[in-house]
């Protein structure tokens, strides 16, 4: 069994500033987890993942996220926000042979 | 990226009626394609998994009989949602991958299928 949290509804960020979507996990075996955004009207797109390896994953539009085993989180971030960044995004362990297990979402919301 | 397509992106019907949502993968072979299920202000919750020439597997509390899914091709899948009821209205996704079906390739998902039942 599978689950993921994201804490929060949404986060307010002012443009130019580092952002950061919260994720922790739970997950029996290792864990493989996704990040996804979700623009109005549009699919769901991929950003980025983590299987193994580095710890730190970069990802599509300058995003990245940090894989912590010891706290179960996989946190996104981005150096300097852009107002392009507002969306609704979903972090998601599963994969392989199994769909993914979203999370609730976060709104990002980025003010000029 | 790669490109999967939904059709048709809404639909409207009366209820006791059957209706057939599409999801195809337009440049990529999908050997997996998985139909999750949104509501308003919710996530996504899987409802089924499909491999090209299977049965699909069903989450649980889905109902197989209720949601037919067939993946008959490798770019092609399809939900039926039969007997359509009001409660049975949200947002459908489909989402394909590549590669084997145990590997983690990423999700490409379709713009999903808006269905009402009235």
Same mark, same amino acid.
């Given at each position: 069994? *599978?689950?993921?949290? *994201?804490?929060?509804?949404? =986060?307010? %960020?002012?443009?130019?500033?580092?952002?950061?979507?919260?994720?922790?996990?739970?997950?029996?075996?290792?864990?493989?987890?996704?990040?996804? =955004?979700?623009?109005?009207?549009? #699919?769901?797109?991929?950003? $980025?993942?983590?299987?193994?390896?580095?710890?730190? %994953?970069?990802?599509?539009?300058?995003?990245?996220?940090?894989?912590?085993?010891?706290?179960?989180?996989?946190?996104?971030?981005?150096?300097?926000? $852009?107002?392009?960044?507002?969306?609704?995004?979903?972090?998601?362990?599963?994969? #392989?042979?199994?769909?993914?297990?979203?999370?609730?979402?976060?709104?990002?919301?980025?003010?000029? | 990226?790669?490109? =999967?397509?939904?059709?048709?992106?809404?639909?409207? /019907?009366?209820? #006791?009626?059957?209706?057939?949502?599409? /999801?195809?993968?337009?440049?990529? *072979?999908?050997?997996?394609?998985?139909?999750?299920?949104? +509501?308003?202000?919710?996530?996504?919750?899987?409802?089924?998994?499909?491999?090209?020439?299977?049965?699909?597997?069903?989450?649980?509390?889905?109902?197989?009989?209720?949601? $037919?899914?067939?993946?008959?091709?490798?770019?092609?899948?399809?939900?039926?949602?039969?007997?359509?009821?009001?409660?049975?209205?949200? +947002?459908?996704? /489909?989402?394909?991958?590549?590669?084997?079906?145990?590997?983690?390739?990423?999700?490409?998902? #379709?713009?999903?299928?808006?269905?009402?039942?009235?």
């Amino acid at each position: 069994a *599978q689950s993921v949290a *994201q804490p929060e509804d949404q =986060v307010n %960020v002012a443009e130019g500033n580092p952002l950061t979507v919260k994720c922790t996990y739970s997950v029996s075996g290792n864990p493989y987890l996704f990040w996804y =955004v979700q623009y109005p009207n549009r #699919g769901l797109q991929f950003l $980025l993942k983590y299987i193994t390896g580095d710890n730190l %994953v970069k990802g599509s539009y300058g995003f990245e996220a940090e894989f912590n085993k010891s706290q179960t989180s996989f946190h996104l971030k981005k150096p300097s926000a $852009l107002v392009s960044d507002s969306a609704l995004y979903f972090c998601a362990p599963g994969g #392989g042979a199994d769909g993914l297990t979203f999370g609730k979402g976060t709104h990002l919301i980025i003010q000029p | 990226g790669a490109v =999967v397509s939904q059709h048709p992106s809404r639909v409207i /019907c009366k209820s #006791g009626t059957s209706v057939k949502i599409e /999801c195809r993968s337009l440049d990529f *072979q999908a050997t997996t394609m998985f139909w999750y299920r949104q +509501f308003p202000k919710q996530s996504l919750m899987l409802m089924a998994t499909s491999n090209e020439g299977s049965k699909a597997t069903y989450e649980q509390g889905v109902e197989k009989d209720k949601f $037919l899914i067939n993946h008959a091709s490798l770019t092609l899948s399809t939900l039926t949602v039969t007997s359509a009821h009001p409660e049975d209205s949200s +947002f459908y996704i /489909c989402s394909a991958k590549s590669g084997t079906s145990s590997s983690y390739n990423e999700q490409f998902f #379709g713009p999903g299928t808006r269905l009402t039942v009235l």
